[in-house]
């Protein structure tokens, strides 16, 4: 049997100065899954995500990516691996869609290596994955910031990668909007195997949408599994101080209603 581990966390911290931020987090991350992390704000999921991606540097083996720690691949191996869509995308120069997209080819090219028709190939494809291919020549400033994401998922999709991780990709988008880029992520998962590594708020986007859900609270996993597993009423309320009830939809999926504090 292969084996499914795509990354390992092994008694993962981290610190800014003398504020611990990431307590001895121990986890396994499976192939071919929407896996999302959650917690309140300032429990530590953006960091432990940007220490997932090598952009924070871990300790030696508490990342372990396919069973190799993080260190060992070049940074350009990691990039044609692990896509990427941040929080806040930089708009200052007036890229057309297009440009944008190209430029998640440039881990595969060398210095001075000039594009070819696999890359163009690889950019009309993400492009179509997105439902971006009628904005490819409109700037990346005369678009909507729903248009904007799947703009950027369209870049890291030409990265080529195996893996996808995503920052609150659905802030600041309506409810249209964040349904959208969320069942692309899951599209993406059914049909092309990437796997989605994906920092979300929603709690009830991650109950319909992940494979798997990690819940964050003062820098520790604090419950980890299935979403029905994971995001019980107990343990909502443990980690948000929340009263909740989940109630089940006509299609089977549970659905959190908060109600108060």
């Not at 987090?25 to 999921?45: D, M, R, V, W, Y």
């Not at 960091?47 to 090598?54: A, F, N, Q, S, V």
């Amino acid at each position: 049997m292969s084996d499914s581990r795509l990354i390992s966390l092994e008694g993962l911290n981290w610190s800014y100065g003398e504020h611990e931020i990431l307590r001895s987090i121990t986890q396994e991350i499976s192939k071919g899954c929407f896996t999302s992390i959650l917690g309140p704000n300032g429990s530590g999921k953006t960091t432990m995500l940007r220490l997932m991606m090598r952009i924070l540097d871990p300790d030696r083996n508490a990342v372990r990516l396919q069973g190799k720690d993080i260190h060992e691949y070049r940074r350009k191996d990691l990039a044609r691996r692990i896509g990427s869509v941040p929080q806040q995308t930089d708009t200052s120069y007036p890229y057309s869609v297009y440009e944008m997209v190209m430029m998640g080819r440039y881990p595969h090219k060398r210095r001075l290596e000039s594009l070819n028709w696999r890359d163009h190939e690889v950019v009309r494809s993400s492009l179509k994955t997105t439902d971006v291919c009628h904005l490819r020549r409109h700037g990346i400033h005369e678009i909507s910031g729903g248009e904007l994401q799947r703009v950027v998922i369209a870049r890291a999709l030409a990265q080529e990668p195996e893996i996808l991780a995503l920052d609150e990709p659905t802030s600041h988008l309506d409810p249209h909007h964040q349904l959208a880029i969320l069942g692309l992520l899951r599209r993406l998962v059914t049909e092309q195997g990437i796997s989605i590594i994906c920092v979300l708020h929603d709690l009830n986007s991650a109950m319909r949408f992940s494979d798997q859900v990690m819940l964050l609270n003062h820098g520790r996993i604090v419950h980890a599994g299935t979403p029905e597993a994971a995001l019980t009423a107990d343990h909502i309320h443990e980690v948000y101080g929340i009263n909740v009830k989940i109630q089940t939809l006509d299609d089977g999926t549970p659905y959190i209603i908060i109600l108060g504090s």
